[in-house]
């Protein structure tokens, strides 16, 4: 029985050694981050123009697949781009113009007057005056919907999973930590 186990010793040795330098190579791996889904191109016939999904300065409810409206809330003097917190709530309309290479997106009320436009910041969407906001948003069909796109990057509006929904531009996510926002603009 002695021989017996002893000869067992360094098999375990070896599995644990072997699960120990799997565990450090996991930890020390960088974190897997998702990207937009696949975004669904639609190919026009020959000769024809793709269609906006909006028609400027007509108001529209960005609704996000959870059936959650685009709305805003006061925090530190400067309203700020969130989700509704309960399905069926579409939120506060906006109006889109187009400017160079997207849309501005403006929100049809605020806090503070003039200050109504969706401008990307480094902590979220703050609406601020037109003049000082360079932030342009272009739509990519997704899934259904559409994502928001910072013009010129790779940004795309996102929200946490779970509790308060603020909106942030990312260009990837974290799996169970934020997701792609994807939008439906519903007519006001």
Not at 18 to 39: D, F, G, K, R, Y
Not at 62 to 84: C, K, M, P, T
Not at 121 to 148: H, M, T
């Amino acid at each position: 029985m002695k021989n017996a186990s002893r000869s067992r010793r360094p098999i375990r040795k070896g599995l644990l050694a072997a699960a120990a330098c799997a565990a450090l190579m996991a930890i020390s791996a960088p974190a897997a981050t998702a990207q937009p889904a696949a975004v669904d191109h639609v190919k026009p016939t020959a000769g024809a123009k793709a269609a906006d999904p909006v028609v400027t300065g007509v108001p529209y409810y960005l609704v996000n697949q959870e059936n959650r409206g685009v709305s805003f809330e006061a925090y530190l003097n400067w309203d700020y781009a969130l989700l509704s917190n309960s399905p069926g709530d579409n939120g506060t309309s906006v109006v889109f113009e187009k400017k160079d290479d997207g849309y501005v997106i403006k929100s049809t009320s605020s806090h503070w007057s003039g200050y109504n436009t969706l401008c990307a910041v480094g902590n979220g969407i703050k609406l601020d005056q037109e003049s000082s906001c360079a932030s342009r948003w272009n739509f990519v069909p997704s899934n259904g919907g559409y994502l928001l796109q910072l013009a010129g990057t790779q940004n795309y509006l996102t929200h946490p999973v779970g509790g308060k929904g603020w909106l942030v531009p990312y260009a990837s996510v974290l799996p169970n930590f934020r997701e792609f926002t994807i939008f439906k603009p519903v007519q006001a």
